[in-house]
């Protein structure tokens, strides 16, 4: 099992690009989410997805698409990249359920927006 | 709502001292809590969670729901516990998001 995996594991874009994040599991996890990482504000929730079709907002969606058409993928969007959206990016999968608390987290991406 | 406090940044604590970790949660129902780690850039991994009520590598937890309180405990710090760690909260709804604390880093002195 290569567990989650996200690439790529670094970017620079320039302010108004546009590009995706991706992250796989092989674990055949339903939950799936992203986190921002950000020094002095700790993991910040940005989207989640509970199974295939079904995605919601986290604490700081705004900027941000996701989608899940499979269960092993969850790619996170970047519609206008803006200084701000400069962090490390998790994105993390578990089973569901409350046995399921367990986060798998993957490698992360490091995005820098100039 | 659910929020999870961990009141330090910054821990420094010198090699061989004991170490706590604070942990506070606001939540009105019976949660589970988690600690994460997080080594220097590496990616986050589960500590202990609460209702395993095991030590590992030399940390334990208690769950006080009476100070609604997870604070993380290692009698003897060592080099190699310098991490940023991470208490979390999930709620009695199994498919709702954990909930992080903002983190403190650890930093053990020799």
């Known amino acids: 099992n290569a567990g989650v995996t996200q690439t790529p594991k670094f970017q620079v874009l320039k302010t108004g690009q546009s590009m995706t994040l991706q992250c796989a599991q092989d674990?055949?996890?339903?939950?799936m989410s992203w986190y921002r990482q950000d020094p002095g504000m700790g993991l910040r929730l940005i989207h989640y997805?509970?199974?295939?079709?079904?995605?919601d907002q986290g604490e700081v969606p705004n900027g941000y698409n996701v989608s899940r058409s499979t269960t092993e993928d969850f790619p996170l969007r970047l519609l206008s990249a803006a200084p701000s959206q400069t962090s490390v990016y998790f994105c993390?999968?578990?089973?569901?359920?409350?046995?399921?608390?367990?986060?798998?987290f993957g490698p992360g991406t490091r995005l820098t927006v100039l | 709502a659910q929020r999870v406090t961990q009141p330090e940044k910054l821990l420094s604590v010198f090699k061989g001292a004991p170490v706590e970790l604070k942990c506070n949660y606001s939540?009105?129902?019976?949660?589970?809590l988690f600690w994460y780690v997080q080594y220097s850039r590496q990616r986050l991994q589960l500590l202990l969670r609460?209702?395993s009520r095991e030590s590992i590598k030399g940390f334990t937890a208690d769950l006080n729901k009476g100070e609604t309180s997870f604070h993380l405990k290692k009698p003897f710090a060592q080099e190699e516990d310098s991490a940023m760690y991470y208490c979390?909260?999930?709620?009695?709804?199994?498919?709702?998001?954990?909930?992080f604390g903002k983190g403190t880093r650890l930093s053990v002195i020799a």
């Open positions: 993390a999968s578990s089973l569901p359920g409350r046995a399921g608390g367990t986060q798998y």
């Open positions: 674990m055949n996890h339903e939950y």
């Open positions: 997805s509970v199974g295939a079709g079904i995605t």
């Open positions: 939540y009105s129902g019976s949660p589970e």
């Open positions: 609460h209702i």
């Open positions: 979390a909260l999930s709620p009695n709804s199994g498919n709702t998001p954990l909930v």
